[in-house]
């Protein structure tokens, strides 16, 4: 047999052995094509004046002209600078917390008490941000909420944290990391648990007390998934999330609460430009193509794990 033949027959002894693994992907591979890269010829709306009658493929070509108004949009500017403000302010508060979570998780040697604590906090997860957002609603409520009431009680002066451009950024974060922080630490444990615990003896008896370790052991044994989850949360930095903004935006917070998901909506759906919203919408993705690629190759350069 030739050398050829012998790796197609390797090929497929090594496919057949691990033939149930690759089934069970293919319902998560069914949906990337159906629903991420089939609709991807859409894009074309970006540069045609859409109509419904004509179709795609029958719609005129009109080039760069939505993009020209794209960028001569004051709306669109502030649209943008929104988007980016929110995604970095939550970059920087959300993404430590389930590291933080995690190495707390961690040190927990209770077990019941640890199953406990890791239900309560992936518990929000499976929530949907109507549950949630009506939730916050009651708890910042300027008439009866109990933060509201409590704020009052201590002295203070009730806050209007729904209808304030100042307060708006802080209520997403916060109802954000009480969503999904408990739901990410899944990674960093799974991370966490490979560990050789041989290292954690060893810094034992040089002396280490649980900081230390945590210091010299701990973190370094999750740095490369910590810089893989970081490089897909800057590739993502663009999306807000469509639902949790929509549900605590208002007339009174517009100015600082309308984003590229809420912005794309109203002017896509409820407003009927098609092909102008999805030239913002191919915009927003070409940033988001750029931002994740830059810092994969940053974080290649600086010698971290990278995504490829």
């Keep these: 047999m030739t050398n050829a033949g012998k790796h197609s027959s390797g090929m497929r002894a090594y496919f057949w052995k691990r033939r149930w693994l690759y089934l069970m992907c293919l319902p998560g591979l069914a949906f990337l094509i159906i629903f991420k890269y089939i609709p991807m010829y859409g894009v074309i709306m970006a540069f045609q004046d859409f109509s419904f009658k004509k179709g795609i493929f029958g719609s005129p070509f009109n080039h760069f002209a939505h993009f020209q108004q794209l960028f001569t949009s004051t709306k669109f500017f502030q649209v943008f600078s929104n988007s980016l ?73 009730k806050i209007n944290f729904l209808g304030s451009t100042d307060w708006f950024r802080f209520v997403i974060i916060v109802t954000n990391i009480w969503k999904e922080a408990g739901w990410g630490t899944i990674i960093y444990l799974a991370g966490l648990s490979a560990i050789n615990p041989d290292l954690y003896e060893a810094a034992t008896v040089d002396g280490a007390n649980r900081l230390q370790r945590i210091a010299h052991v701990t973190l370094p044994g999750i740095a490369n998934t910590v810089v893989i989850m970081l490089v897909l949360a800057v590739g993502g930095l663009m999306n807000n999330g469509f639902e949790q903004v929509y549900l605590f935006q208002n007339d009174l917070n517009i100015a600082v609460s309308d984003v590229f998901e809420t912005y794309t909506y109203k002017i896509g759906i409820v407003s009927g430009r098609y092909s102008y919203s999805t030239a913002v919408g191919l915009f927003k993705n070409v940033i988001a193509t750029i931002l994740i690629f830059s810092s994969n190759r940053i974080a290649k350069k600086l010698g971290g794990a990278t995504l490829y």
């Design 85 to 157: 403000l929110l995604s970095i302010t939550r970059l920087i508060f959300s993404f430590p917390i389930p590291i933080l979570l995690a190495l707390l998780i961690n040190e927990i040697r209770w077990m019941p008490y640890k199953k406990v604590s890791q239900t309560l906090m992936y518990l929000p997860h499976f929530l949907s941000w109507i549950v949630l957002g009506g939730i916050t609603t009651n708890f910042l409520s300027m008439t009866d909420g109990l933060v509201n009431d409590l704020i009052a009680a201590l002295g203070g002066q």
